[in-house]
């Protein structure tokens, strides 16, 4: 196993400098990790979540510095002496390629939803009796553990049986259509606006043995007609676990999604924000069945009035 030098260099609120730097050098592969960048890209990206873990928000106050990894040996002691003698500070420490490239599975073990169901990242076993999701979190989207995926799971749970057709918007991994097709629903139509979400689907999918249970489709359901028409109407499930600022302009259309005894799962909603979607779903027609809350988030099920 190879062994490498991971390199910290403070940045002081210029990473691009030092990246030029490290460039004139003759380096590259580094990443760049700043609170601004952060703040910006939480900023432009508003519409995506109404809250952001305290945690995170604290890690990354006051961060300016960018990272490299060199290969043990004399040539990697040589740059870094010669960072050093270009006024840089560098931290360094020793690092194995399991470190970065495996240690992280650690944090991901089976995650029970409902009274069915369990995610199962691929890499584990699972020999418990309930009916397992396999799921691959590193695949860019969420892990399936979030208190708002779990409601949906469990709610959905209840309604997926065969000869139900199943639309999930704003798929993300695609782990709740991925479940209502295990529990023998379907087939399943899908939707986001982020482009490598077939891709990400179609994965998860097969690892559940699904892959041919799915249409997956990129685009913004709420502004595109002809996304919508394509979709179509007449399923007896609709799922969106996605945020109060999507969900509320989303449901004036729900309607059209639905048959007529169809059922549709919403969550992602934080504190403070679930009477404006309710109020907006009932707007839309939907007759509120149900209203479940996990730590700071809720869940609804609702049906055509």
Known sequence: MANWIEVTIPAGGDPEGVCDLLTGMGLEGFVIEDERDFRDFLEQNTQYWDFVDEGLEKSMTGVSRVKLWLAEGDESRAVI??????????????????????????????????????????????????????????????????????????????????????????????????????????????????????????????????????????????????????????????????????????????PGFLGQDGLFVCSGVIDGREEEVRAALERAGLAVTAHDRMDEWHCFQARRG
């Open 81 to 254: 002496a010669g960072l050093y003698e270009k006024g840089l500070k560098p931290a360094c420490r020793s690092v194995a390629d399991g470190d970065w490239e495996n240690n992280w599975r650690d944090y991901y073990q089976p995650v029970e939803a409902g009274e069915k169901l369990v995610i199962v990242p691929k890499w584990r076993d699972y020999e418990g009796d309930r009916t397992p999701i396999l799921l691959d979190p590193g695949l860019l989207f969420g892990t399936g553990d979030h208190p708002t995926t779990r409601m949906c799971l469990a709610a959905l749970e209840k309604a997926a049986r065969p000869g139900v057709r199943v639309l999930d918007l704003g798929c993300g991994s695609g782990i709740l259509g991925i479940a209502a097709a295990v529990l023998g629903a379907g087939p399943v139509a899908a939707a986001d606006v982020d482009e490598k979400a077939p891709a990400v689907v179609e994965a998860n999918a097969a690892l559940n043995g699904m892959e041919k249970a799915f249409s997956v489709y990129v685009g913004d359901v709420i502004g595109s007609a002809s996304l919508r028409a394509k979709l179509g109407g007449g399923y007896g499930l609709v799922l969106a676990n996605i945020v109060a600022d999507v969900i509320i302009p989303l449901a004036p259309h729900v």
